[in-house]
């Protein structure tokens, strides 16, 4: 994996992965303004690494409002955009935890078991599996998975850090086996994260996930309005393949 810092953004590649969570320029015109210059180098970069498809994400924050069309000049498509949603650190309203699920942090032998739960709704997690039971070990990363018995059904991961004087979480990988989808089992998860970040500080939270679009509702999107988040925004995603 090769990163490098733009200005005040980052680049991360990988020859080993297609998924552009990695191989993408992350936070590009946020602190600072973007420069072609900038998106030139990430453009090099990934060539010399061999990387066949690379991406960024606009915000609408983004400087200046010209990068989008940058990226147009290059080469780059749009793809379907992510949903930013946060909430509050305010308490939860009362709802019961279906009752044949339970939820609980992994640490250890468990995390493994993280992995193969993911794995089977993203396929790309296994062969990444070094890098998840890594970061498990990692004091900011949290990993639940929750449990229909002695049976794995669901997990999710927390990520609590300052960002500058505030303490935040970030809600990731939340996933449901396709057998208990429709039973709770997400928002059971979505719940635990957001109690145990409470409970470590957290004044606000946030996560990402893709918005509804017409002919498919998302589930995700939909269980965390019930638990308080609220859409911030739309990030556009952009794409190029350089194969």
Not at 153 to 159: D, K, P, S
Not at 228 to 233: H, R, V
């Amino acid at each position: 994996m090769r990163s490098e810092r733009l200005g005040s953004a980052t680049v991360v590649l990988t020859r080993k992965s297609a998924n552009l969570y990695f191989n993408r320029w992350i936070a590009a015109g946020q602190l600072t303004p973007a420069t072609k210059t900038q998106l030139d180098r990430f453009l090099e970069l990934a060539r010399d690494n061999r990387v066949k498809s690379v991406g960024v994400t606009l915000s609408p924050t983004t400087r200046p409002a010209a990068t989008a069309a940058w990226l147009k000049a290059r080469g780059f498509r749009r793809g379907h955009p992510g949903a930013k949603l946060w909430r509050d650190g305010s308490a939860l309203t009362r709802r019961a935890t279906p009752p044949d699920i339970s939820v609980r942090r992994v640490s250890g032998r468990d995390v493994s078991v993280w992995v193969d739960v993911v794995s089977q709704v993203w396929r790309s997690f296994g062969y990444r599996r070094p890098w998840y039971e890594a970061r498990a070990t990692d004091s900011g990363w949290r990993h639940y998975l929750a449990w229909d018995g002695d049976e794995p059904v669901g997990a999710g991961a927390l990520f609590v850090g300052l960002v500058g004087s505030t303490t935040a979480g970030h809600l990731v990988d939340g996933v449901t086996l396709s057998p208990w989808r429709r039973r709770g089992v997400q928002a059971a998860v979505i719940r635990k994260r957001i109690s145990d970040a409470r409970r470590l500080g957290c004044t606000v939270l946030a996560s990402e996930t893709a918005p509804p679009l017409p002919r498919m509702p998302l589930v995700s999107f939909r269980n965390l309005r019930r638990q308080g988040f609220e859409l911030a925004y739309l990030r556009d995603s952009w794409r190029k393949d350089l194969s």
